[in-house]
């Protein structure tokens, strides 16, 4: 929860939370400790204390030995589709045998995870790591790290440095044509960095004054 | 990995496994068992004994504090870019500290969580779980095929042909470094194919020649 930007752990009906709970959830003890005052005895209790937008359910069982009429959408679809302006209860069943049908019957929409068919039981705490991720993937208001891709106007001032390298080799046209088709696929499919086009149109503008 | 339809398990330098790496694997006790007979003493006896077409390094410390020239790329981009007719290796560090800087390096690409900048860090076990998703998540909707990726010989023979060009553009060391190094950075992401390498290895051969 904590990785992908969630703090309002609602525990239901729980066991006794003993040492392992705390010690199990790390640095976000406090989502943990916060649970505390979010327990109630019933979904039912839950849905009626709070105002709850949109329930969406997580299961197992894709397909649906349950209910045929529930056909699930993907974790992707969900994190595309969701709307987080609205307070929205994702619900996990028990470890071992999830939501029962009732629970089912309450949720807006199912989530299921694609899984291997010979093996598609996930652990409660994995799947709820990749239904968070697919949500927090798609929240814009966490600037996402990663590759900061170029902007299509630098990446075509690069492109029209090797074209100028290429039309000096004197290679027949149609070679020329795939050697910077080939070179701008590769650029796309790299997402290449500003960074990047930085050093290589460097290189190229070097290798162009060496034709002079 | 068992509902990912992952099967080989690869331990290097692992801890005794005790009774509770089976109980934790449920009904995949079978891939715990299995990687008693595929455990190396460290990555390079792994690397050197497997024919690894393909090395995916994991992190959880995204934009790079460690090595700024390594830009991670996202596991979605992972999944949708990966050939899995290739022998792949997805290397996952120890947990709390990751892999060694000297264990990225070796890495062809690497691969990073989008995760809150406040609790970037995850457990070891939810980060694959995201990342075998991701790649099954394809395997699912396109039947394998996609990028045919060239072989790692092939790649090289590309990569020196570069160096020998950057080496005659009389620009300083450590440009010719980040220059080497940003192109086969960006070769490596974009999963090149056989025939790419084919086209731009007719180019920089031509451009070899117009510097004689």
């Known amino acids: 929860m904590a990785n992908f930007g969630l703090r309002n752990l609602v525990l239901i009906n729980p066991c006794e939370l003993k040492e392992e709970a705390y010690y199990q959830a790390m640095h976000a003890k406090s989502i943990v400790e916060k649970s505390a005052q979010n327990t109630y005895h019933s979904l039912d209790e839950f849905l009626k204390k709070n105002e709850i937008d949109f329930v969406i359910g997580s299961t197992g069982t894709p397909g649906g030995s349950y209910n045929l009429s529930r056909i699930p959408i993907k974790p992707q679809e969900l994190g595309e589709?969701?709307?987080?302006?609205?307070?929205?209860?994702?619900?996990?069943?028990?470890?071992?045998?999830?939501?029962?049908?009732?629970?089912?019957?309450?949720?807006?929409?199912?989530?299921?995870?694609?899984?291997?068919?010979?093996?598609?039981?996930?652990?409660?705490?994995?799947?709820?790591?990749?239904?968070?991720?697919?949500?927090?993937?798609?929240?814009?208001?966490?600037?996402?790290?990663?590759?900061?891709?170029?902007?299509?106007?630098?990446?075509?001032?690069?492109?029209?440095?090797?074209?100028?390298?290429?039309?000096?080799?004197?290679?027949?046209?149609?070679?020329?044509?795939?050697?910077?088709?080939?070179?701008?696929?590769?650029?796309?499919?790299?997402?290449?960095?500003?960074?990047?086009?930085?050093?290589?149109?460097?290189?190229?503008r070097k290798i162009l004054m060496k034709f002079e």
Chains 1, 2 share one sequence.
């Open 81 to 204: 589709s969701i709307d987080l302006n609205k307070k929205i209860a994702i619900l996990f069943g028990r470890e071992g045998n999830g939501l029962h049908n009732e629970e089912i019957d309450i949720c807006d929409i199912i989530v299921s995870i694609p899984a291997d068919p010979n093996y598609p039981i996930m652990n409660i705490s994995h799947a709820a790591a990749i239904i968070f991720y697919e949500i927090f993937k798609n929240r814009n208001e966490f600037p996402v790290e990663g590759l900061k891709e170029t902007t299509r106007v630098e990446k075509e001032y690069l492109l029209k440095d090797m074209e100028n390298i290429i039309k000096q080799l004197d290679i027949p046209e149609h070679k020329e044509k795939t050697g910077l088709k080939s070179f701008k696929n590769i650029i796309n499919r790299a997402f290449i960095t500003g960074r990047e086009v930085h050093t290589l149109k460097g290189i190229l």
